[in-house]
């Protein structure tokens, strides 16, 4: 029966590929975390200004129907 043997560079190898790993994923996290709080300003940035674009298009339409009534009298 063989005994199993592990050697001290793969020890050191297998350590080193585990904390690279974890640094790659705590960056990654990192980018990812930023990247979306960006895109939940943006959409709160788009709700926002679809809600102006709404209210300007009923100022609009209240000049117009305004304007309307004026030029029948």
């Not at 050697?7 to 990247?35: H, K, W």
Request: glycine share 4%.
């Amino acid at each position: 029966m063989k005994k199993f043997e592990l050697n001290l560079d793969a020890v050191i190898v297998m350590v080193l590929l585990f904390v690279i790993s974890l640094g790659v994923n705590f960056v990654l996290y990192r980018l990812y975390s930023t990247e979306a709080k960006a895109n939940v300003k943006l959409q709160i940035q788009s709700q926002v200004d679809q809600l102006n674009l709404v209210s300007m298009q009923a100022y609009i339409d209240r000049l117009h129907v305004a304007e309307k009534g004026s030029g029948a009298e």
